[in-house]
């Protein structure tokens, strides 16, 4: 009851959002058995393809597959962000999972495996490189589809994983499909001018720190966190420094490139949405990166012994006054 009283909330922003600019949605049944993989989230995925589609909006939407990638193309993808031997540990640990749910691991091999992260909230499960594969599938396919002009904006609801590092699994994100998907926007001949620049919005309730380490050294990618902070809340970094000295704000020709909005406990969309007016009123190109699990407190579209991950008073209308603001201005990717 609760998940169909938030989407039913949320309907009228989404039929606002459908009026406006053409946006296509990456989705094929094989993205739907990949993206339910996960232990943790289990079928929410495929959850919300299916209210979507049971509110009639999938007429209104343009179908995006996701790319196929050769070995030589997933190479070069995922190595732009990725060192070489964390994608060959993240493989090792699918090869143990390949025939046993639940295998011995050798502990010099644990061991190994836990350096780059693959461990503890970002364990092994059969399937798992290709789940998180499967992610960066659907942002290509919604970056590419922007770039091809099929759609003003494109949704990757398995998307939008934020906490990978370059060798270091975090925060249930194996690849970061967001970063990865930013360099091959960068790349393309649409930003070969180096003074067009992409604005990152991250609306999730954690700090979107791995994209934001990715290019705190570059100004071609500004990114701006919206989430909560308090001590010792996950991933502990997105507010004011240690030193009490300020923000980290990028460094060398990233400087005042990074942006962080933390909010405490219970704030009203009053409180943020001058705030988020004048952040993205004159945007460059967003992309945005909106995790449901802040659509309303208490909802969070994953496997129950989740729910209490969820603070209670998180904003309720932090996303709809966020996505209603920036959606005319949309013109990129919306990675969620």
Same mark, same amino acid.
């Given at each position: 009851?609760?998940l169909?009283?938030s989407?039913?909330?949320?309907?009228?922003?989404?039929?606002?959002?459908?009026?406006?600019?053409?946006?296509?949605?990456?989705?094929?049944?094989?993205?739907?058995?990949?993206?339910?993989?996960?232990?943790?989230?289990?079928?929410?995925?495929?959850?919300v393809?299916?209210?979507?589609?049971?509110?009639?909006?999938?007429?209104?939407l343009?179908?995006?597959?996701?790319?196929?990638l050769?070995?030589?193309?997933?190479?070069?993808?995922?190595?732009?962000?990725?060192?070489?031997?964390?994608?060959?540990?993240?493989?090792?640990?699918?090869?143990?999972?390949?025939?046993?749910?639940?295998?011995?691991?050798?502990?010099?091999?644990?061991?190994?495996?836990?350096?780059?992260?693959?461990?503890?909230?970002c364990?092994?499960?059969?399937?798992?490189?290709?789940?998180?594969?499967?992610?960066?599938?659907?942002?290509?396919?919604a970056?590419?589809?922007?770039?091809?002009?099929?759609?003003?904006?494109?949704?990757?609801?398995?998307g939008?994983?934020?906490?990978?590092?370059?060798?270091?699994?975090?925060?249930?994100?194996?690849?970061?499909?967001?970063?990865?998907?930013?360099?091959?926007?960068?790349?393309?001949?649409?930003?070969?001018?180096?003074?067009?620049?992409v604005?990152?919005?991250?609306?999730?309730?954690?700090?979107?720190?791995?994209?934001?380490?990715?290019?705190?050294?570059?100004?071609?990618?500004?990114?701006?966190?919206?989430?909560?902070?308090s001590?010792?809340?996950?991933?502990?970094?997105?507010?004011?420094?240690?030193?009490?000295?300020?923000f980290?704000?990028?460094?060398?020709?990233?400087?005042?490139?990074?942006?962080?909005?933390?909010?405490?406990?219970?704030?009203?969309?009053?409180?943020? /949405?001058?705030?988020?007016?004048?952040a993205i009123?004159? @945007?460059? $190109? %967003?992309?945005?990166? !909106?995790?449901?699990? #802040?659509?309303?407190?208490g909802?969070?579209? /994953?496997?129950?012994?989740?729910?209490?991950?969820?603070? @209670?008073? $998180? %904003?309720?209308?932090? !996303?709809?006054?966020? #996505?209603?603001?920036?959606?005319?201005q949309?013109?990129?990717?919306?990675?969620?």
């Open positions: 009851e609760l169909f009283n989407v039913c909330i949320n309907a009228r922003l989404i039929q606002s959002l459908l009026m406006e600019p053409r946006i296509g949605i990456v989705y094929s049944n094989r993205l739907k058995e990949l993206a339910c993989l996960s232990p943790k989230y289990g079928h929410r995925f495929s959850l393809m299916a209210l979507i589609h049971a509110y009639k909006m999938t007429e209104h343009v179908r995006i597959p996701p790319v196929n050769t070995p030589d193309a997933e190479l070069k993808y995922l190595s732009s962000f990725h060192s070489h031997d964390f994608l060959e540990s993240l493989r090792l640990l699918d090869g143990y999972y390949a025939d046993d749910a639940d295998p011995d691991i050798p502990d010099d091999v644990m061991d190994s495996l836990e350096e780059y992260g693959l461990a503890y909230d364990q092994g499960f059969p399937g798992v490189y290709d789940y998180a594969l499967s992610a960066v599938r659907a942002t290509l396919a970056v590419d589809a922007l770039l091809k002009r099929k759609c003003q904006v494109a949704i990757n609801w398995a939008g994983w934020h906490h990978g590092k370059r060798a270091e699994a975090s925060g249930f994100c194996y690849l970061n499909d967001v970063v990865i998907g930013l360099n091959y926007l960068l790349s393309s001949a649409a930003f070969q001018d180096s003074r067009k620049r604005i990152y919005l991250d609306f999730d309730l954690h700090h979107g720190d791995g994209v934001e380490e990715a290019f705190a050294y570059s100004s071609r990618v500004v990114t701006f966190s919206v989430h909560h902070a001590p010792g809340f996950f991933p502990g970094t997105g507010d004011i420094t240690p030193d009490s000295s300020g980290f704000t990028g460094a060398r020709g990233g400087r005042y490139s990074c942006f962080n909005l933390p909010l405490g406990m219970c704030l009203e969309p009053f409180h943020t /949405s001058p705030l988020l007016a004048s009123s004159k @945007p460059l $190109s %967003p992309l945005l990166q !909106l995790r449901v699990q #802040v659509m309303r407190p909802c969070r579209l /994953s496997n129950p012994f989740s729910v209490h991950c969820m603070p @209670p008073c $998180s %904003p309720p209308s932090l !996303l709809s006054s966020a #996505v209603l603001m920036a959606s005319p949309i013109r990129t990717a919306s990675s969620i």
